[in-house]
């Protein structure tokens, strides 16, 4: 089945586009839940964690997931990630480091490498809906450089294992998947 990394900034609409990926009826909208996570560490906490997606289409299941891999095996069906930034802020806070930003990269590519392995061997298809923060301002402090460093290693890590990445910019949706591979 495919597997597909969807990128976009923070404001882009991803909706329709994540909707084409994915069957009607059935499809889970899986919202990871930033446990611990206190959005007053920083406004870019709060601005990436927010759903990617404008509502549940008609006919999907949509609920919040404190455990994103458990919910993946449990859904069964057809899953939508919105969206992977409260994933890994959820990792940098269990990890204990927004104010080690090496550890948290560690601890998030570890993980993003356990959620590929689980994503690419699904009997059924999966969109992962992240933000590119190279989209954004580059960050000003340590805890939004924490987030934007291990951010990208799990964009990194997931464009490198699932079937298919793309890029939303400019109205368009980029594939990347052509492109060589960076190493993370």
């Known amino acids: 089945m495919t597997t597909t990394l969807v990128l976009a900034g923070v404001h882009t609409p991803v909706s329709r586009y994540a909707e084409s990926l994915l069957p009607g ?3 889970r909208v899986l919202r990871p839940v930033a446990d611990g996570a206190d959005p007053a560490l920083s406004p870019t906490i709060s601005t990436v964690t927010a759903p990617a997606l404008d509502s549940t289409p008609q006919g999907w299941v949509a609920e919040d ?3 994103l891999v458990r919910s993946i095996l449990y859904s069964r069906n057809a899953v939508a ?7 890994v802020t959820g990792k940098i806070t269990a990890a204990g480091a927004w104010e080690a930003p090496e550890k948290a990269a560690a601890v998030v590519t570890d993980a ?3 959620l590929a392995a689980l994503l690419s061997a699904l ?3 999966a969109v992962v809906i992240s933000r590119e923060l190279g989209l954004m301002v580059a960050a000003d402090t340590p805890i939004d450089r924490a987030l934007q460093d291990a951010l990208g290693q799990a964009n990194t890590v997931l464009s490198n294992h699932l079937s298919r990445a793309v890029l939303l910019l400019g109205g368009r949706a980029v ?3 052509a492109f060589p591979a960076l190493p993370y």
Do not use: R
């Open 65 to 67: 997931s404190t455990d």
């Open 175 to 177: 594939d990347l998947s």
């Open 25 to 27: 009826d059935g499809t």
């Open 81 to 87: 990630v919105d969206n992977l930034p409260a994933w």
């Open 112 to 114: 993003s490498l356990e």
């Open 123 to 125: 009997p059924y298809d």
